[in-house]
């Protein structure tokens, strides 16, 4: 494979949008070029901007999931989703509005527009929130592959949280399952026939995060959501961010027995694939029983485990313990899965 560092006229790759190391590495090198405001380069889930004595926080997503529609959601469940938990893993949970715009395909069935409609208004329900803006593009048949959201959203925050905050000492929680979505919408676009057990887990999580902050205050330190990537992208930006490491527990990683499967037939790592209802969350150690007791009390927390541990030294290195010995975790963009999100 052509790396881009000896090609003269080099040309995006499915890579680049992997969220790994060459998708951060194309941000770099051409979003970011010039860009010196920090809150840009902080490349956090959210944009966080001081108002008044309040913090505006402002995400914006795109989303092209093929198939639109799958097990446990669809394009329109996962637009609204998508920015209200990168909102939330700002420690914004109070969502004012989203914006969508739908750029779609010349022949697409308006009873589809009208289902995924239907569902962007249920999350939006959910969430506590609403669509306050809008705008629809129609491209020529061939032109687009179907359809693709751009959402975007915002709301007001007195503190917020950065994904760089975790502290040797902390552990990290996750909210539930791993690999579920991922792993639901490629068994659903290859046919594996897993659809009947094996369900994405989309879904907004501004109200689960809220529980785990009013529990938690201030020794609540960093939050992400495992979305494209999956843990392991997660938990290295996490260290790397925060100038520490992370020893992952591989026996206490709560995955569902389809999820599992699915990952098996695939030959796909569930850890890197991408989770859309589902928060990383660092927390002091001592607080950690009463988080995770205060979460699963919580319809979307039920399955929430503390997975792993956060160490000084050696920033941005991820371990995985799997019983046996540890292993590094490394991020890898050789299998970029596509239009998963
Ligand atoms: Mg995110």
Redesign the pocket.
């Known amino acids: 494979m052509k790396h881009d560092a000896d090609d003269p006229n080099p040309r995006v790759r499915l890579a680049h949008g992997a969220g790994g190391p060459a998708m951060r590495a194309l941000i770099e090198s051409v979003f970011l070029e010039g860009v010196t405001d920090p809150e840009a380069r902080a490349l956090g889930?959210s944009a966080v901007l001081p108002l008044g004595d309040r913090f505006l926080v402002v995400s914006t997503d795109a989303h092209v999931v093929m198939p639109p529609f799958f097990p446990g959601g669809d394009i329109g469940r996962l637009s609204v989703s998508g920015v209200v938990?990168?909102l939330a893993?700002a420690g914004c949970c109070d969502v004012i509005g989203l914006t969508s715009s739908v750029i779609v395909e010349e022949g697409f069935p308006i009873e589809a527009l009208r289902r995924i409609q239907r569902s962007m208004q249920v999350a939006c329900a959910e969430a506590g929130t609403r669509i306050v803006s809008g705008d629809t593009k129609v491209m020529q048949k061939g032109e687009i592959d179907g359809i693709a959201l751009s959402t975007s959203g915002f709301g007001l925050t007195d503190r917020v949280l950065r994904d760089s905050g975790l502290l040797a000492g902390d552990v990290v929680i996750t909210t539930g399952t791993l690999g579920d979505h991922g792993l639901a919408v490629l068994s659903a676009r290859h046919s594996l026939g897993l659809e009947g057990d094996l369900r994405s887990d989309v879904a907004p999580l501004n109200g689960l995060v809220r529980v785990a902050l009013d529990r938690a205050g201030s020794k609540l330190h960093a939050m992400?959501?495992p979305?494209r990537g999956g843990a392991t992208s997660a938990l290295t930006e996490m260290a790397e961010k925060s100038g520490v490491s992370i020893v992952l527990d591989e026996h206490a990683v709560p995955m569902s027995a389809a999820a599992r499967a699915a990952a098996e037939i695939l030959g796909i790592d569930p850890l890197s694939v991408a989770n859309e209802g589902k928060a990383l969350i660092g927390v002091e150690a001592s607080e950690a029983a009463a988080v995770l007791e205060a979460l699963r009390a919580h319809p979307l927390g039920v399955n929430a485990a503390c997975i792993a541990r956060v160490e000084a030294g050696q920033p941005g290195a991820v371990w995985l313990d799997t019983g046996f010995g540890t292993r590094r975790l490394v991020e890898r963009d050789d299998q970029p899965l596509p239009r998963i999100c």
Request: hydrophobic residues 15%; proline residues 0%; aromatic residues 0%.
């Open positions: 889930d938990n990168d893993m992400k959501d979305t």
